[in-house]
């Protein structure tokens, strides 16, 4: 089945009864990322960059991403009615992009795709690919408030790390002179310290 009949067949389905957007938990209370759960997503932005030379010259993002298996287009390489039945389908709220995972009906195997808005700048591109890469890193099921505020917190996060790297080249050096398990570890030591009283 090809790429196209498959996304046709997805598209169709919509999402489960109970994944419509959650304001609150379930509890009813409003939902707060916790910081234990902050310093996580620290890591693991660091541990997937670490993990892929993010301080290569001729590191990209996109690259990184492709080389995973997931698909990643441009709101422009489909049609607005195309766009809008995936936004239904998509793990992201965000208006700005979509991620959408599915089991291609032919083979069983799973199909991964991201979507962005590209009309904007290009650290605003690289942040809205990273908000939809994160519903995936982060085993996202469903839409939920909670997962829009973790997958913007990796954003964040990532961008970050890639802005500090290619202005001042902070893990390379890092790197080059301790080796890059230290630059992890020395990371996550240092969020998992105790507050000094
Ligand atoms: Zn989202």
Redesign the pocket.
């Known amino acids: 089945m090809d790429e196209a009949e498959c996304i046709k067949q997805v598209i169709g389905k919509g999402l489960p009864e109970n994944s419509t957007l959650q304001a609150t938990m379930e509890d009813g209370k409003p939902y707060v990322l916790p910081p234990w759960r902050v310093n996580d997503i620290i890591l693991l932005a660091i541990e997937t960059l670490s993990d892929v030379n993010y301080y290569d010259d001729d590191f990209d993002y996109k690259k990184m991403i492709r080389e995973q298996g997931i698909k990643l287009k441009k709101f422009s390489s489909f049609t607005p009615e195309n766009l809008e039945e995936f936004r239904k389908v998509?793990?992201?709220?965000?208006e700005e992009?979509v991620?959408v995972i599915f089991p291609n009906p032919g083979t069983g195997e799973q199909c991964r795709m991201i979507a962005y808005n590209e009309k904007h700048n290009s650290i605003e591109c690289m942040q809205i690919v990273f908000?939809?890469f994160?519903?995936i890193k982060l085993h996202?099921t469903q839409?939920s408030i909670n997962?829009?505020v973790e997958?913007?917190c990796f954003a964040l996060a990532m961008t970050m790390f890639l802005l500090l790297e290619k202005l001042f080249h902070v893990g390379k050096t890092v790197v080059n002179a301790a080796g890059k398990s230290f630059l992890v570890q020395t990371i996550r030591d240092t969020i998992k310290q105790k507050e000094a009283i």
Do not use: M, N
């Open positions: 998509s793990l992201s709220r965000w992009g991620c908000h939809e994160a519903h996202h839409q997962g829009e997958a913007t």
